[in-house]
């Protein structure tokens, strides 16, 4: 396959012909079956590779009994045991600051990223120089898979600061040849500013979250302009579902005029665009050759068939300073492995990631997402753009209650289109869900908007259970 070798090595002077919608047309088109023989290949040279350079992965495997040299499959591969994120945040804690399955010289080390930590210890990326290169070739070829080519601009409008998002999108569009916008996101009255430098530099590309998309078609609005005018060609976002959900996307697509390509995974796992979509292929296209994706059970982590949910376990097939091998995600979707419009042979997550493991929370017997929520509202008419899911506890049931912001349209219609719209979606949410859910409308505008990740989800029953115990009951 074109330039694929480990440690990759790419050719930064390499562009596939303008008219191919192809970067590299053998690996992205070449049948699944041979694909499949060529990354077990991989399989065993990363293993072998992070075996040798880590003793995170030697004391793992060891322990496990798995060698480098027993991966003749796929299936085998799946012996291979997990890595969870509470063993890198541990690994690091005990051999700071990087972990012990760096597989590189610290000095070799050219960008340092990381988590937050809000919920934690923080984790250190640290990512060679070559890996960086690679990252940067890998984004590129995957953008040329958008439709974006050398010479656009492209509007990054993310946090640009621990946030690997952001980063991605930038080096993707720097080794494309484009005119790269890093422009940012979060400080106050940056959002009204974005308005006006889209204006000037009507970029051909636009990369945030689904959410601060929304909110800048708003302040636009606001403005008095209409987003269309922003001639934006391609908006991909990555960081919280909403791309590859149906109303969602097309609400964005609608506003704007755009095509809506959904990508990402995990900040431990970029290139993180090995998941995203193409010009003519919705959802997410998994990108094998970059980093293996298996959607596989939460309990057994074993691959489950096409057609079914699991959760992604990713692993590295290029990356050499933390590569990671069966990280699990703690993520949900689900996969297929039919004809892409694109024509490219990787399997599909039709519906992107759709939320968190950790993120359902049950009512009454009932597994919820969020995202389901956000998709039912999205798609009706009158909605005002923002809500807040609540749930409490009443007596020993659970309750679920969505606060839901209704638009001016429906505000100047007055009380008879609130409660009109109120009835619409209870029985949508209670017809989807499963569940019957309380929907108190508010007026627009009572939520604050996010340039980030949006938190919609109040859960309540903890505080309840401590006045309860207060209380002596």
């Not at 070739?137 to 656009?152: C, K, Q, T, Y």
């Not at 403005?223 to 934006?232: H, L, Q, R, S, T």
């Not at 008419?381 to 899911?389: K, P, Q, S, T």
Request: glycine share 10%; hydrophobic share 35%.
């Amino acid at each position: 396959m074109e330039e694929w070798k480990f440690p990759p090595s790419y050719s930064n002077d390499y562009f596939p012909d303008p008219k191919s919608p192809y970067w590299f047309r053998e690996r992205e088109t070449m049948d699944p079956a041979k694909r499949d023989e060529l990354i077990v290949a991989r399989l065993r040279d990363v293993m072998a590779y992070a075996y040798d350079h880590s003793p995170f992965y030697q004391r793992k495997w060891d322990e496990a009994g798995i060698k480098a040299e027993d991966i003749r499959s796929l299936a085998d591969f799946e012996q291979v045991p997990v890595v969870h994120k509470q063993e890198i945040r541990d690994a690091q804690a005990e051999h700071p600051p990087f972990g012990d399955y760096l597989c590189c010289p610290e000095s070799n080390i050219y960008h340092i990223h990381g988590t937050s930590g809000t919920t934690g210890r923080p984790t250190a990326f640290g990512i060679s120089r070559s890996d960086w290169d690679a990252i940067a070739n890998n984004h590129a070829r995957i953008m040329w898979g958008m439709g974006l080519r050398p010479g656009d601009t492209v509007f990054v409008g993310a946090l640009l600061s621990l946030y690997m998002g952001s980063w991605g999108a930038l080096i993707g569009a720097e080794r494309l040849g484009c005119k790269a916008f890093p422009f940012g996101a979060g400080a106050p009255g940056m959002t009204a500013r974005a308005v006006t430098w889209l204006q000037m530099m009507k970029p051909a590309g636009f990369y945030s979250t689904p959410s601060y998309a929304l909110r800048l078609a708003e302040v636009a609005r606001e403005e008095g302009v209409d987003p269309k005018a922003f001639g934006i060609r391609v908006m991909f976002f990555s960081g919280e579902p909403g791309g590859s959900i149906p109303s969602i996307r097309d609400k964005i697509q609608e506003l704007y005029g755009a095509k809506v390509v959904d990508s990402g995974t995990m900040a431990e796992m970029t290139p993180w665009m090995h998941a995203a979509g193409s010009a003519d292929s919705e959802g997410m296209l998994l990108w094998q050759d970059i980093v293996y994706t298996e959607v596989a059970d939460p309990d057994t982590h074993r691959r489950v068939p096409y057609g079914e949910q699991g959760t992604p376990i990713y692993t590295h097939l290029e990356r050499t300073s933390q590569p990671m091998i069966r990280m699990l995600s703690g993520d949900l979707t689900h996969w297929v492995m039919d004809d892409n419009p694109c024509g490219r042979t990787y399997p599909r997550l039709p519906k992107g990631i759709y939320g968190r493991i950790d993120d359902m929370f049950q009512i009454r017997g009932e597994n919820v997402y969020p995202s389901a929520i956000a998709e039912i509202l999205e798609g009706l008419d009158g909605y005002g753009g923002e809500h807040r899911i609540i749930i409490s506890r009443d007596g020993s049931m659970d309750e679920l209650a969505v606060k839901a912001e209704f638009n001016q349209v429906i505000a100047e219609q007055g009380q008879d289109a609130v409660r009109s719209l109120r009835e619409k979606a209870e029985t949508a949410l209670s017809r989807v869900l499963g569940v019957r859910a309380r929907v108190i409308m508010v007026e627009p505008e009572t939520f604050p908007r996010t340039d980030f990740k949006a938190q919609r989800v109040v859960d309540d029953r903890d505080l309840y259970q401590s006045l309860n115990q207060k209380r002596g009951g």
